[in-house]
Nanobody, 125 residues
């Protein structure tokens, strides 16, 4: 089992910054891949950023260049630095973890079996 606890959400004006944190505990094998997802009002959940065991990262087009995902393995914590926030970034942000799989010469992070409770981010004009 894996436990995930997000923090760092809040209200900010457009153009501002926030840093989200996700404290992870439990089975290390089950949280080799980690990621941030978000779901806004009346929207489907979308993938924001992923980080693989080799620290390779991927981002949604909408956040590329503004958001940075990182992790501190010693602290068992993952982060999402969000800069130049836009109103459309307003959403509940969720931390997720999954086992991942290595094939084709790379880590593939697709199935996330563990989720946090979420932290709200609200961006206003």
């Amino acid at each position: 089992q894996v436990q995930l606890v997000e923090s760092g959400g809040g209200s900010v004006q457009a153009g501002g910054s926030l840093r989200l944190s996700c404290a992870a505990s439990g089975d290390v094998y089950e949280r080799r891949c980690m990621g941030w997802f978000r779901q806004g009002p009346d929207k489907e959940r979308e993938e924001v950023a992923l980080i693989a065991p080799d620290n390779r990262t991927t981002y949604a087009d909408s956040v590329t260049g503004r958001f940075t995902i990182s992790k501190d393995n010693a602290e068992n914590t993952m982060y999402l630095q969000m800069n130049d926030l836009k109103i459309d970034d307003s959403a509940m942000y969720y931390c997720a973890a999954g086992r991942g799989a290595y094939f084709g010469g790379r880590w593939n992070c697709r199935d996330f079996n563990f989720w946090g409770q979420g932290t709200q981010v609200t961006v206003s004009s």
